[in-house]
């Protein structure tokens, strides 16, 4: 039976944080909905990740879907709890915390460690460092939706909650979990409701999660998974992990851009000649209605597919199919998330339909960005993604729950997530699997 639930702002990061737990041996499921909470066994699995599609929302609106959401995984029985955050701390932190907090009984601590060793994330000095520079001046800080203005935790969270807060420096973190415990008790009997936690490493998690252990008081990680993972160990030990095993091909579909991307694929093409097709976005602009032209892209890919082991489909693959988002909304006198919805919901229509045909071949598929999943799995009638392990950070491995393609592997990653064989490190994963 789930026991512990883990909220979180958007798919990509509800599978970054699953996944961690897999790797603890926790049978994990992320629902692809928040609203459909209601419809999984949790006797099942061991924890339950739940997408609630929140970062892009305005304060009010995230505040009151993760109390939501909480309060729906209480009544199912769930007892321990996680707000997994962006591991360069975008989007509605403040107003997210706030939400789950007021969900949970007992005056319900908030302990924030906003760290992730693998990739590079620390906290010193109550600031966020992602490989050593300021938070706020990585690309999280231009971030067109939310953008991170201040690397200070403390600012970031207190523009959303007034809540008060405790901080713990490094100097404490260092001692270990004693101390840990005696400084957090001290901050808490001042009247802290949040907890902010300077760590650098993953044994400094395990000294916080330990030194919280030991409170002996209600509280809820807020962390982008690692905090989360060395908490539920500590509570949860002797879990067996599950696996599977298929056979078939490997779809790819990449909906984003960037650079790296591109780099990326026409790596993969050079090493294991995969077959992806280059999709002019421009098709999708006008409307959110289907296109004649996805009918005839999806019968090609088909036709590809029975002949290549690797095969798929891309946006703006050929630099003469990218568009200026902004321009193209106000053009149309749309919203960017507009031209970005139709974009992705086109691609995922053509991959529908590109499987529909026959889907025994088919062994795993790759997703490039949290919005193009989603997507996906919408199309494709898909409700949750078990999750089974991590190929890299930030990379997730699972199975879909539902739909046509129930059973299938998947792996997930975000568009400016890996290096150069990152693709080919993830194909190669589906294709051993």
């Known amino acids: 039976m789930a ?24 049978r994990t499921l992320t629902t692809i909905e928040h609203r459909t909470i209601e419809k999984f066994p949790l006797q099942d699995y061991d924890a339950i990740v739940v997408n609630a599609s929140s970062r892009t929302l305005d304060a009010a609106e995230a505040y009151e879907r993760i109390r939501e959401c909480t309060g729906q995984l209480l009544q199912r029985g769930i007892t321990r709890f996680s707000k997994r955050i962006d591991s360069t701390i975008r989007g509605n932190l403040g107003a ?22 693998a990739s590079g994330r620390m906290v010193v000095g109550g600031y966020q460092l992602v490989n050593g520079v300021p938070v706020h001046k990585t690309p999280a800080g231009n971030d067109p939706v939310k953008p991170v203005h201040s690397s200070a935790l403390s600012e970031e969270i207190s523009t959303q909650t007034a809540l008060p807060q405790g901080f713990i420096p490094l ?13 957090a008790r001290r901050q808490i009997e001042q009247g802290a409701r949040i ?11 395990g000294a916080i999660a330990e030194g919280i252990n030991r409170l002996q008081v209600p509280w809820f990680a807020v962390d982008p998974g690692p905090f989360t993972q060395k908490a539920c160990e500590l509570a949860y030990l002797g879990k067996q992990r599950v696996t599977r095993k298929k056979a078939g091909k490997v779809f790819i579909v990449a909906a984003s851009a960037s650079d790296l991307t591109r780099s990326q694929l026409a790596y993969l093409q050079n090493e294991c000649q995969a077959h992806i097709i280059d999709v002019d976005i421009r098709h999708f602009l006008d409307s959110d209605e289907e296109q004649p032209v996805e009918e005839v892209i999806a019968r090609e890919i088909w036709e590809i597919s029975q002949c290549n082991d690797v095969f798929g489909l891309r946006a703006a693959g050929n630099k003469e199919f990218l568009i200026d988002i902004k321009a193209e909304a106000h053009k149309r006198g749309v919203t960017q998330d507009d031209i970005a919805r139709r974009i992705t919901y086109g691609l995922a229509r053509i991959a529908r339909k590109a499987l529909q045909p026959g889907m025994n071949y088919l062994k795993g598929i790759y997703l490039t960005g949290g919005d193009m999943t989603v997507a996906f799995c919408r199309e494709s009638q898909v409700e949750a993604i078990e999750l089974i392990d991590e190929v890299q950070p930030h990379i997730s491995f699972g199975t879909l729950v539902g739909g046509p393609l129930h059973g299938i592997a998947l792996i997930t990653k975000g568009g400016l997530i890996g290096e150069t064989n990152t693709v080919m490190v993830c194909t190669k994963y589906l294709l051993n699997y």
């Open 171 to 183: 100097s404490v973190t260092l001692q270990g979990s004693e101390a840990i415990t005696a400084a």
């Open 3 to 26: 026991e512990w639930a883990v909220i979180a702002d958007d798919l990509t990061g509800a599978n970054t944080a699953g996944v961690l737990l897999t790797n603890s041996y926790f």
């Open 195 to 205: 907890l902010l936690f300077d760590a650098i490493t993953f044994a400094d998690i």
């Open 96 to 117: 997210e915390i706030e939400g789950m907090m007021d969900a949970l009984p007992d005056n319900a601590i908030a302990c924030v460690v906003a760290v992730y060793p």
